[in-house]
């Protein structure tokens, strides 16, 4: 079955320490997405990408980077220079000109 | 710039009562219209959406219309469960984009 996976589901990060979360898909859709939410908290978009190797900053992008070398991954790292990095990160997908996203099942860091 | 609103929640209900989560929205343009859901721990869901105005999504015995006149979006569901309790997300896309705008999140609590 086609879809998106994130990996791992849970994941310690000690401070001071860079991290990569990953998120693949085999939808063939070309626009990919990382989120972050905090508890309580709606989704605030970090970075995305609409075609292989482009990517353009969202809301909250400080802190973090990504990459697009293959349609099917967009890993984010999350750096030591992002002050409060503990979060529920979506990763999401779209193919264009269909509207709405797939989601993958998101991935838990703690820092500690 | 274009932006969704929601009611703030938690709405708390009990089993099989009605529900009405209102969600109005601000865009140039003739977006498409979606609702997620989001369940403890676990990536959004698509629940339903519509792509024109007077349109109707549904899924689930959920249900929404899309209402230019209002520029609203509102879901409902004529008789809630237990299982229903999350949150649930509108957001629109419009037609030169694919990015999509989320409203804030609202939280629904069913008790038995």
């Known amino acids: 079955d086609g879809g998106i996976t994130q990996s791992p589901k849970y994941l310690f990060r000690k401070e001071g320490q860079n991290v990569t979360l990953s998120c693949e898909q085999n939808l063939n859709h070309d626009a990919m997405y990382w989120y972050r939410q905090d508890p309580g908290q709606g989704l605030r978009l970090i970075y995305y990408?609409?075609?292989?190797?482009?990517?353009q900053k969202g809301d909250i992008a400080e802190g973090y980077s990504v990459s697009r070398e293959k349609k099917e991954s967009f890993p984010l790292t999350v750096t030591s220079a992002q002050k409060n990095p503990t979060a529920f990160y979506l990763c999401?997908?779209?193919?264009?000109?269909?509207?709405?996203?797939?989601f993958g099942s998101g991935t838990r860091l703690t820092v500690v | 710039g274009d932006s969704v609103t929601q009611m703030e929640g938690p709405v708390t209900l009990s089993e099989e009562a009605f529900l009405t989560i209102n969600c109005t929205y601000t865009a140039t343009g003739y977006p498409s219209l979606f609702w997620y859901v989001q369940y403890p721990g676990e990536g959004l869901q698509l629940l339903l959406k519509a792509t024109k105005a007077d349109d109707k999504g549904s899924n689930k015995g959920f249900e929404a219309t899309y209402r230019k006149e209002t520029t609203s979006f509102h879901l409902e569901k004529g008789s809630v469960q237990v299982s229903d309790s999350a949150v649930y997300f509108c957001a629109l896309s419009t037609f030169n984009t694919d990015k999509l705008i989320f409203g804030t999140g609202t939280r629904l609590q069913v008790f038995p």
């Open positions: 999401a997908s779209s193919m264009t000109g269909e509207g709405g996203y797939t």
């Open positions: 990408s609409q075609i292989v190797n482009d990517f």
